[in-house]
């Protein structure tokens, strides 16, 4: 069993949560609902874990196929439901840029499949109904 602990440290809204290795997160909410400012939104949080999990499989992916991956980052811009208390992710845009060198059909299937296959974090957002679409730019 994995687990995480939070600890409120600033503020009504600011925590701390930490996993069962020492790594800690702070997380809190914005200024206009009474937060400081203190950490990352959950919400983002969560898309920042789309872009770790992602970028893990798609190194692995392309190590496993001999690629030279140089650099890599990914942008990811969301659109959240709109009217709802329980406000999900609607629309998740990801753009995947590696540099190196790195064969674009290769780079394109090791997107594909930790987007479609392996990322647990895209499977979570996707059967909560989330619409996920990326994009493969190869710089360099």
Known sequence: ???????????????????ANGHTVRMDTSIETGGDNYGVRPMQMLLMGLGGCSAIDIVMILKKQRQQVDDFSIHIEGEREQGKDATLWQQVKIVFTLTGIIDKEKAERACELSMNKYCSVAET??????????????AG
């Open 1 to 19: 069993m994995i687990s995480v602990n939070l600890q409120r440290k600033k503020g009504d809204f600011g925590f701390e949560a930490t996993d």
């Open 125 to 138: 957002l996707k059967k909560s109904g989330t619409e996920l679409s990326w994009e493969v730019v190869l």
